[in-house]
Structures are given as C-alpha cells and as structure tokens.
C-alpha cells in the first residue's frame, strides 16, 4: 500500500471513520505521515492507525476538539514534536444537521458553526502559522451550497463560509508557496450522510448524479490526495466539487 515516504507530515482532522478515515489511508498509501486526528471516538482512530502501519505507513493518533482553540494548539504543538513539522492539513472534522430555518434550534446552529466553522478557523489559523514552505490546506465544503435544497439551509452556510475563507487565505499566504483549496463532496456513502434518511431517499439521491451512485469516501480522497500531492500544485483558491456532476 504505502509509496515511498515523501518527508511530508499532514494532519487530517476527524479522521477516526468516513471520508476522514478514508483520506489519513490515502494520503499514507501516497508516502504522507499522517496525524489521524480525533474528538471522542479513541478507538476508531486508533484502529486507523493500526491499519495504516500493517500496510507499511506511518502515523499517530491525536486527540483534539477542533472547536476548541487550545486543542487544536496542542494537535499542532503534538505533530511538531513528534515529527517535527507539518506539511498538510486537511479539515475534514465537521456535523450536519437539517432543519427548516424556520425550525433551527439555537442549539443545532451553534454546533454546526462551532465545528464546521470555528473549528476549521481554529486549525487554519494554525496552519497559516506553522505549515513549512511549499505545504497544503485543503477544506471540506460541500456541494449543497450550490445544490441550495430546503432543510439544508444552515448546514450550507457553514460550507460558504469554509468556500469564502479558502479563497481569503489563499491569498493571504501569499510567498510561501502554499496552496489552499477545498473540496466540496456531493452525495457520499458516509454514516453521517446516511443517517436517518429512507432506502428509498438514498436512491434518489444516488440517481441525482449523470453517473447513478453516490460518491465513495475513496472518490473523495482521490480528491484530496491529488490536491495534496505534486500534481495539484499549480491549483490555488479553488473549490474542488467532487460529486460526479450532479451539480
């Protein structure tokens, strides 16, 4: 599985399972230390690791709650310690939660900006910090920010923030030779996307796409790998819509 070590050390944040997990074995099999980052689920991320090293990689496991800013210090402080620097971070930690806007609870807003927002402020105002020369920053926004369907209306504007703030610091990076980027998933076969929706919500879904079948979270890796490898380094301040053309 894994290529020749690269030297490179990404961090990927709520990496224990989905397309987290799916991206920390991607971006090992490419030669990539990775930091599997975690909230709460300690053993999932651990047997990503386990996974991870009996193919040849390298990695670890870190916890840290994104939406916290002295956690995600530490996440840093700990891979620069350990490795001695990082390359890479990929913000993939995030929730979703549906609601008519008129129905949001004060409660389900908070989480979702708390963690897709704050959160990947949190670690971006990190990596603008510490990411070495030439290093990668690659987002999660989502496809429902062009999509726009109802119920979805918060959850999208967490995402247009994470699009909006990845074209500003693309910017602001400016002579250092890192690249920010952010790749918005359409349909994806995840626990998270999956739960609570009927077989036959999910069908639909799947037949949304000119390709009929919901996206695997190994599509959306292949994404993120190849913004993160050599290939993806002449593209900048871009979004990325890994969705199989469903928009």
């Known amino acids: 599985m894994n290529e020749q070590a690269n030297n490179k050390v990404a961090i990927v944040t709520g990496a224990s399972r989905g397309i987290g997990a799916a991206v920390a074995k991607r971006l090992a099999a490419d030669g990539f230390t990775v930091v ?9 991320a651990e047997a990503v690791v386990n996974e991870i090293v009996a193919a040849g990689g390298n990695a670890i ?8 800013a002295a956690d995600t210090k530490r996440l840093f402080d700990r891979t620069e310690e350990v490795y001695g620097g990082v390359d890479v971070l990929v913000n993939n930690a995030g929730v979703m939660s549906l609601a008519p806007i008129a129905e949001l609870k004060d409660e389900d807003f908070d989480r979702l900006f708390d963690i897709n927002v704050k959160g990947s402020y949190n670690t971006m105002r990190q990596a603008a910090k510490r990411l070495r020369r030439g290093g990668r920053t690659i987002n999660f926004s989502s496809s429902v920010v062009g999509l726009l369907q109802p119920t979805y209306g918060p959850y999208a504007a967490t995402k247009a923030a994470i699009e909006a703030t990845t074209m500003v610091l693309a910017r ?12 918005a998933p359409g349909p994806t076969a995840t626990e998270l996307f999956l739960n609570g929706k009927s077989d036959e919500l999910v069908s639909h879904l799947a037949k949304l796409s000119p390709l009929e079948r919901l996206g695997t979270p190994e599509d959306i890796a292949a994404a993120v790998a190849f913004l993160a490898g050599p290939d993806g380094a002449w593209i900048n301040g871009q979004v990325l819509r890994s969705n199989g053309g469903i928009i």
């Open 36 to 44: 599997v980052n975690y909230a709460g689920s300690a053993q999932a």
């Open 61 to 68: 496991s870190a916890q840290a709650d994104v939406a916290n």
């Open 172 to 183: 602001e990076l400016r002579g250092r030779e890192i690249t920010v980027n952010a790749v």
